[in-house]
């Protein structure tokens, strides 16, 4: 099997209540069988964690804000209506009823909700391969924490069981140290008892789990325990970089040797809902930054011109860098040097920049049904390079600090890059972590962990325009969660 196949509508997760306090439920999700029904079985438990996956892929719009609120890359657009919530982003004149920050808030507590839901069953059947099936649990759990945590701070913390009617005003918000606490031990109770591989791809492994949880050791500033918990990784030899940069994009490279945690996507059960668009199989994502009105024969589709790289992360890449062509195209100058393509597209109506996201272009072939709607690409979520890069700033930045080690990680980055070693760094201390920074950059972007790392290093007031320290480090609260669970807000919102 290519790839683990996420249940779109999942049932038994939504029983009964109405609640609508962190999540909010569709009435065709209600319950339709009640846990003493069901756990009887070990398909069962599997098919309530390949429910639990399924929040993952609604999360599509994440990756696109964390390059849309930072330097990276403009919303765009047919104008300033058009995606209103990523044009708030954008423009910081963000509001609490965002619709793409209420839709993550939701999206997260739904996939708490389903984790929590395991958790409190866990006891009703013994099964050979019980405790692995709960490390993805808890990987997933962390890692929907880990998504609120960065982006509203302080959240209602609950790991015992789903929120129901009588819980309404019942969480508060939790420090953001006691939510990075509970991330931390389910990360370490699911490294504790995942395989170290997967027949079936998509399916969370304890090096995904050790990536993640070095990661978040980053975002706490607990460097020394970062780079102990990535050298799990780096240390096994299971994964290795890509030769060509550009590879890592295609279809062909989903899942491949630097993929250390990708969001599955597919094609193969086409979805119809524009009520609900980001709620199918498909990625959405894919649609967002593709070229308006796109005709010709070029491999690309068209799209909604959304998500376009700044000229300021064009100029960001240096003269014989291979990542700048992969990341980022120019379509007028694409155009003229394919003139046997007969290309014609509309200019994006809306803060044009000329540029478009390579990484995530839609592609002709890639989707079914709904066109729109059922892009297969996956979000290389974790990759084998992020890990040298977090790897060497935590050893850059420990306590006592290994810049051979942090060197030997970013110049292997740099050697793909460049197609050779002639770009090595050398330098050490406070040169070095610049360095990084800036690597960080150019090797993710339009991965969506621009604005995440511009705002855990500090620099996000001096890179961002219109960013306000002491404010937009965090985003703010959706109103209904205001309004319904007498939630406070975060400052300035």
């Known amino acids: 099997m290519k790839k683990i196949t996420i249940i779109a509508s999942f049932t038994i997760f939504l029983m009964g209540s109405s609640c609508n306090k962190f999540v909010d439920y569709n009435p065709h999700e209600d319950y339709q069988i009640t846990s003493a029904d069901y756990f009887k079985l070990p398909s069962d438990y599997q098919s309530l964690v390949i429910g639990t996956y399924s929040p993952l892929q609604w999360l599509w719009a994440d990756p696109v804000i964390g390059d849309i609120a930072s330097d990276n890359s403009v919303t765009g657009g047919e104008n300033a209506t058009d995606e209103v919530g990523l044009q708030q982003i954008d423009d910081y004149t963000i509001v609490s009823n965002n619709s793409y920050l209420t839709e993550s808030w939701k999206d997260c507590y739904e996939g708490i909700n389903r984790a929590n839901y395991l958790q409190e069953n866990k006891g009703k059947l013994n099964f050979t391969g019980k ?14 924490y880990f998504e609120l945590v960065k982006l509203f701070g302080d959240v209602p913390l609950f790991t015992d069981h789903r929120l129901t009617v009588s819980d309404s005003k019942k969480y508060q918000r939790a420090p953001k140290a006691d939510v990075y606490k509970q991330i931390e031990t389910d990360l370490t109770n699911a490294i504790a008892v995942l395989p170290v591989t997967n027949t079936e791809k998509g399916r969370v492994t304890k090096y995904a789990a050790q990536a ?22 780096i240390s096994n030899g299971a994964f290795s970089l890509v030769p060509n940069f550009g590879d890592i994009f295609l279809q062909a490279g989903e899942n491949g040797s630097e993929s250390v945690f990708e969001i599955q996507y597919s094609n193969g059960s086409p979805f119809y809902d524009w009520t609900n668009p980001g709620r199918g199989q498909g990625n959405l994502g894919v649609q967002v930054c593709g070229i308006r009105n796109l005709t010709g024969s070029s491999p690309y ?23 700048k062509d992969v990341t980022i195209l120019d379509i007028e100058a694409y155009k003229t040097a394919n003139p046997g393509l007969n290309i014609t597209y509309q200019v994006a109506p809306y803060k044009n920049t000329g540029l478009y996201n390579q990484k995530y272009l839609p592609r002709k072939g890639e989707t079914s049904g709904q066109v729109e709607l059922n892009y297969l690409n996956n979000n290389r979520t974790i990759r084998y390079a992020d890990v040298l890069l977090m790897a060497a700033e935590a050893n850059n930045r420990a306590s006592s600090p290994n810049d051979t080690k942090a060197l030997s990680y970013i110049n292997k980055v740099r050697q793909r890059a460049f197609g050779d070693a002639n ?36 620099q996000a007031a001096t890179k961002i325009t219109g960013f306000k320290t002491g404010r937009n ?21």
């Not at 050791?217 to 990535?230: G, I, Q």
């Not at 690597?439 to 290093?457: C, K, S």
């Not at 609260?477 to 205001?482: A, G, L, N, V």
Request: aromatic share 12%; hydrophobic share 40%; proline share 3%.
């Open 131 to 144: 405790e692995a099936l709960y490390g993805q649990v808890y990987f997933l759990r962390a890692y929907y």
């Open 423 to 458: 770009h090595n760094l050398t330098g050490t201390g406070a040169t070095l972590t610049q360095a990084i920074w800036a690597e960080r950059r150019l090797e993710l972007a339009m991965e969506g962990d621009r604005f995440f790392d511009l705002v855990r290093t500090g």
């Open 301 to 323: 589709a068209s799209g909604w011109s959304t998500n376009l790289p700044t000229q300021d992360l064009a100029k960001a890449f240096t003269t014989g860098d291979k990542r």
């Open 212 to 233: 993640l949880l070095g990661k978040v050791y980053l975002y706490e500033n607990k460097f020394d325990a970062s780079a102990a918990m990535l050298e799990n990784v």
């Open 473 to 493: 480090e965090v985003f703010p609260i959706p109103q209904q969660e205001i309004d319904i669970s007498g939630l406070n807000q975060n400052p300035g919102y």
